[in-house]
């Protein structure tokens, strides 16, 4: 765990000159788009990287902590290439189903295990399934969490096909949109390129979500969009 912990912080700071380069955008300007990954890191999550990193790209990904147990390595690799973090809980469990204790739980391990292993606290978190309620962001509040959900979801656990999710994609892309994808897809991961390709041809600027909101929020409690 100490490995982890100084790889971690050997790589957030390798990451800097990417975040200023993204401070420099100004989405109420030029047209923006927010690419969300859920899920991993996973097996493919490289191979997710590797397309963003290659186009200049940079997207936001939305952790599972038993994940990033697992692949501490690769969870520390997604801050070191400049992306942003999110809380995708740990078990990834319908939330509105359990517990205040239970829901706490779920986001505060994951806390912990994302800051082990990228040096980074998140202040984002997206419920799974989309799942979520009042009493849901209001113990969110309670870990300093802001929810993010999304303009359009690709479906790509379901279409499992590199260009149908390509074709989704471009259909849902619209300025200051939030396009859910999972970096575990394989056929997400294949897609990648044509689709960073083709987003940028079309104007857009590949953001992450704080970038896309100007450092403005969402608050710890609140949702967007």
Request: a positive charge; one cysteine or more; hydrophobic letters at 40%.
């Amino acid at each position: 765990m100490v490995i982890h912990a100084l790889l971690a912080a050997s790589l957030a700071v390798t990451s800097l000159p990417a975040t200023t380069s993204q401070a420099k955008i100004d989405c109420a300007r030029v047209k923006c788009l927010a690419l969300t990954f859920d899920d991993g890191p996973g097996a493919t999550t490289p191979a997710v990287l590797k397309a963003l990193k290659q186009a200049g790209a940079k997207a936001t990904f939305f952790l599972v902590g038993k994940q990033v147990e697992q692949r501490p390595e690769i969870a520390a690799q997604v801050v070191a290439q400049g992306h942003a973090i999110g809380n995708h809980t740990y078990s990834h469990a319908s939330l509105p189903t359990l517990l205040d204790n239970q829901i706490l739980d779920e986001l505060k391990t994951t806390q912990e295990a994302v800051q082990q292993a990228t040096g980074r606290t998140p202040t984002l978190f997206r419920p799974p399934y989309g799942h979520t309620d009042d009493r849901v962001l209001g113990l969110a509040y309670q870990v300093d969490l802001a929810q993010v959900l999304w303009t359009g979801t690709t479906l790509d656990w379901k279409l499992r096909d590199a260009e149908k999710i390509k074709a989704a994609v471009l259909r849902l892309a619209k300025r200051n949109g939030v396009i859910l994808m999972h970096d575990t897809v394989p056929a997400t991961a294949k897609a990648m390129p044509g689709i960073v390709k083709e987003l940028k041809k079309r104007g857009y600027h590949l953001v992450t979500v704080p970038t896309l909101l100007g450092g403005k929020g969402p608050e710890p409690g609140e949702s967007y969009p």
